[in-house]
């Protein structure tokens, strides 16, 4: 059965700082895994998706993942933090029967001015 | 705006009563899905509908079921409801069904208080 662990429920950086936020992931196929940023009172907006082909995987406003298979990780950074980056984040994987998207406790992000 | 639209967008109601909650999905998608928010839960797959049929079922209560109708809305319908139901429930829809490069694109959800 697929899992995710997303290290640290919440984090804390600068405006102008880096951005990294852990992921984790188990699964017994290749995964299929995506990033999802929750803003206050709104859904879910996918930020970005890795299926299959080049690891590194670039999203909207600014932010990329890599997969990297060897350490079962995923993890989101961004260069640049900014004050409009606050939000929780959420790391998910799609299920084995593709059905339904298994989702980490997500993590909040705050940025500080 | 991703397309998906929930209402009511929040809903305060009493313990052992029933509600509906309504989605309409994207144009032209066929799969529905309804997600539950919680405190202690986290996000957790409920139920996936596609062109009608349902297709899965997650961690979906008894008390709750859903169905889609042929014009492709879908409804979750919640009985019986405990304090513990409160939560914000969530629609997502897709275009295919259970395919790798099947994104699920989300509702703004529906905020279900139970008092």
């Known amino acids: 059965a697929q899992s995710v662990t997303q290290l640290g429920s919440h984090v804390s950086v600068s405006e102008g700082a880096l951005v990294l936020l852990r992921c984790n992931y188990s699964s017994s196929v290749p995964p299929y895994l995506f990033w999802y940023v929750q803003y206050p009172n709104q859904g879910l907006q996918l930020l970005l998706k890795y299926t299959t082909g080049a690891t590194l995987v670039k999203g909207i406003n600014g932010f990329e993942a890599e997969f990297k298979k060897s350490e079962t990780s995923f993890h989101l950074t961004k260069p640049s933090a900014h004050m409009s980056d606050a939000a929780e984040y959420f790391c998910a994987v799609l299920n084995q029967a593709g059905t339904a998207l298994i989702f980490g406790k997500g993590t909040t992000l705050s940025v500080s001015s | 705006d991703s397309g998906v639209t929930q209402t009511p967008k929040h809903l305060i109601t009493a313990t052992g009563q029933r509600v509906t909650l309504r989605c309409s999905p994207r144009?032209?998608?066929?799969?529905v899905y309804w997600y539950q928010q919680s405190l202690d839960q986290g996000l957790q797959f409920l139920i996936q509908y596609y062109n009608g049929e349902e297709r899965a079922k997650g961690n979906i209560l008894e008390r709750f079921s859903a169905q889609q109708f042929p014009d492709l809305h879908s409804e979750l319908n919640l009985s019986s409801l405990e304090l513990g139901d409160s939560a914000l429930y969530f629609c997502a829809s897709s275009v295919e069904d259970g395919t790798a490069k099947n994104i699920q694109y989300f509702g703004a959800g529906t905020r279900l208080s139970v008092l």
């Open positions: 144009s032209g998608d066929l799969s």
